[in-house]
């Protein structure tokens, strides 16, 4: 068997195994100004609920937003809502300065940076930003759901490779049957795009596939070259 194939075959089982698929996407760009409570994105149709067990992935770029340190108070987020009721917002909360989630178990949580203010965890919201946001929900039947936040992950390299200084965890009520864009407040708004809902981090645009085991490889190229003392009896 020839080993580029065999290498081939080691990134399909892996692409294929996590069965994978971006749910939606919407390229945008969408503007975000004094919304109040916001609409649902056009054409999103997904939703969660209190019995789901899945993960999601969710993800949205921020450029230069006119809503920023320099005007608050003000609040901006991708938030998820259920029938009506606020959950949980990924962006700006009216209390916090910096990069941050409201809807959240205990309140409001700063977004760890791996650019951080001097002596200080998180990042302000600055006009010059260009930031990449992917939040991860592994949800939970019965309670909170789990939450990962990167905040400017390196899009080149695997989940599992990101520095853990640009993650934050936390607990929420991630339950949802909209998607909205909103902000409000002192600033002139937030404009999003590269907006995708998928199954998997791996999906274009969240993060890169991992790259196969060492011990898988060798023993699909094991496998290849049994193949040919095989076929050379």
């Known amino acids: 068997m020839n080993p580029r194939f065999v290498i ?8 294929s195994s996590s069965g994978a698929a971006v ?8 503007t975000a100004n004094e919304t109040g409570a916001g609409v649902n994105l ?5 939703a969660r609920n209190n019995g789901a067990t899945d993960t999601l992935y969710f993800r949205y770029f921020l450029g230069s937003p006119a809503s920023n340190m320099e005007n608050e108070n ?15 917002g990924v962006g700006n909360a009216w209390s916090a300065w910096a990069y941050s989630a409201f809807g959240v178990s205990g309140g409001d949580r700063d977004l760890n940076s791996a650019t951080p203010e001097p002596g200080a965890p998180y990042q302000l919201v600055k006009g010059a ?9 592994d949800y939970v039947a019965g309670g909170d759901d789990n939450v990962t936040v990167w905040l400017n992950p390196d899009l080149s390299l695997p989940e599992a490779a ?18 909205r864009l909103r902000e409000g407040g002192g600033g002139a708004g937030w404009t999003f795009t590269n907006i995708a809902v998928a199954t998997s981090g791996t999906d274009t ?16 190229a094991g496998g290849g070259l049994l193949m ?3 076929r050379a009896r």
């Open 74 to 88: 003000y609040f901006a987020a991708m938030q998820l809502f259920e029938s009506g009721a606020e959950r949980l």
């Open 205 to 220: 645009g969240f993060f890169a596939v991992p790259e196969p085991s060492g011990a898988l490889l060798a023993g699909l």
């Open 228 to 230: 040919r003392r095989r």
């Open 162 to 179: 990101q520095a853990t200084a640009l993650r934050t965890t936390f607990a929420a009520n991630a339950s949802f049957n909209e998607l």
């Open 129 to 137: 930003d260009n930031t990449q946001i992917v939040f991860r929900i």
């Open 23 to 30: 749910l939606y996407s919407n390229g945008g760009p969408i």
């Open 42 to 46: 056009a054409d999103f149709s997904l």
């Open 8 to 15: 081939s075959l080691v990134f399909a089982a892996v692409v």
